[in-house]
């Protein structure tokens, strides 16, 4: 129910009575791993999912069916064959999830707690007592970061493709009548300092934080990506044409940045999708960004074989103890 924090908030603090159903167990394929969970009210309004819609109708009736009797209930929806022995209509990929459906109790001040720093955006842990000898484990990590350099309108543009795709997207500029709310408003944060100097006050920079470079202007980009490719940061990458990445190159060597170093760098940034707007080019950027975290080869799937889930955990990790959540 972490994944789902933002919108369950205000239906516990109204007093609404609310169901989640979470997938405890994915077998071979699911559109959705570990973790995914759909809430459903009283009155069958429906937030989240558990997969691509094969199995939501289903889902809605367990949860419904928990939510008028209070107790847990649980379900096996798909096809995974006879050795695995869930054989039911389902998910059309061809394998299967197990879930369990339980009310929410808004007056817990600890799922209350938890649900608020998920909506925040930070780490979240609790364990649920399903009430039937088992607990559910429930894991969320913070949101990834991603920290933009610039405050141009192809900012603007990653900052709202990039709060849509689940990232913390912090904004930086040195010049204040750029970075701005009105101009910014899915931002986390917004700082006005030179891009360099904020980048070397970081705090707790990591494997998924993300720095992308759009200052446009050589005396601000060659010690930003300087500092950054210095960092502990999955990805550093700068926009600009290629006259503009191979002068930039020569001039962040001369800087005493290393051949390693511009070896991490991402330039220029983004995909070859043809982008032409913006936010075609955001798009770009924010798919160039996950597939690195992912280690993905960024190909059309229909240019790749193997499976197309590899059944990693959602962000918002469930599992029945005794096994322990990622």
Do not use: K, N
């Amino acid at each position: 129910m972490l994944e789902l924090a933002a919108d369950l908030l205000p239906l516990l603090e109204a007093g609404t009575p609310v169901a989640a159903v979470t997938v405890t167990r994915v077998i071979r394929s699911a559109p959705r791993g570990v973790g995914a969970t759909l809430a459903v009210t009283a009155d069958a309004r429906v937030i989240g999912s558990l997969s691509g819609g094969c199995v939501e109708g289903d889902a809605v009736m367990l949860g419904l069916d928990a939510l008028r009797t209070g107790d847990v209930r649980r379900g096996s929806f798909g096809f995974a064959g006879p050795d695995d022995a869930i054989v039911t209509a389902g998910l059309a990929c061809g394998g299967a999830i197990e879930v369990v459906a339980y009310p929410i109790d808004g007056t817990d001040p600890r799922a209350r707690a938890a649900l608020q720093r998920a909506a925040a955006g930070r780490e979240s842990a609790i364990d649920l007592d399903l009430g039937d000898g088992t607990t559910l484990e429930l894991r969320r990590r913070s949101r990834p970061r991603l920290i933009v350099l610039g405050a141009g309108e192809h900012a603007a543009a990653l900052c709202r493709v990039g709060a849509a795709a689940g990232f913390a997207v912090t904004v930086c500029d040195a010049w204040a009548l750029l970075v701005t709310r009105e101009r910014f408003p899915e931002a986390s944060d917004l700082v006005v300092a030179s891009p360099h100097e904020y980048l070397a006050s970081l705090e707790d920079p990591d494997e998924r934080t993300a720095v992308c470079v759009l200052t446009h202007d050589e005396r601000l980009d060659v010690p930003a990506i300087r500092t950054a490719l210095r960092l502990p940061v999955g990805f550093v990458g700068a926009m600009g044409s290629r006259a503009t990445v191979a002068r930039r190159a020569a001039l962040l060597t001369q800087a005493g940045v290393t051949d390693a170093e511009l070896g991490r760098l991402h330039s220029p940034l983004g995909l070859d999708l043809g982008a032409e707007t913006p936010e075609e080019t955001a798009l770009s950027v924010i798919a160039e960004i996950v597939a690195a975290r992912r280690g993905a080869s960024a190909l059309p799937l229909s240019a790749t074989d193997g499976p197309l889930h590899a059944g990693a955990a959602a962000p918002g990790c469930a599992v029945p103890t005794p096994v322990i959540a990622g």
